[in-house]
C-alpha cells in the first residue's frame, strides 16, 4: 500500500481499536509523522503491511494515550 494509505490504515485502526474519534486518531498520526516515527515506513514499502499497521496503532495509542480525551457518549 502506498504511505499515505498506510498513514490512513493506522488512523483508522485507531478509531477501531479504542475509544478515540477522528480527530484525535490523526492528531496522533500526524504527531508520530512529526517524529519521524514513519519515516522507515516511507523509506521501506515492506513495512507496509495491516499487521504492522495494528502494531503501530496500539504503539502509538499507548504512547498518546494521556493525551487524549475519550469520545463524548451520545
Known amino acids: ?5 498506510y498513514l490512513d490504515e ?3 485502526l485507531l478509531t477501531e481499536l479504542y475509544d478515540i474519534d477522528d ?3 490523526i492528531r496522533l498520526v500526524v504527531d508520530a509523522q512529526a517524529a519521524e516515527y514513519f519515516s522507515p515506513h516511507d523509506d521501506h514499502p515492506a513495512m507496509r503491511t ?5 502494531e ?4 502509538l495509542y499507548k504512547a498518546g494515550k494521556p493525551k487524549l480525551k475519550p469520545k463524548p457518549k451520545r
Request: zero cysteines; aromatic letters at 4%.
Open 1 to 5: 500500500m502506498t504511505y499515505e494509505a
Open 50 to 54: 495491516l499487521t504492522r499497521a495494528r
Open 56 to 59: 503501530d496503532a496500539v504503539a
Open 10 to 12: 493506522v488512523a483508522t
Open 23 to 25: 480527530a484525535a486518531a
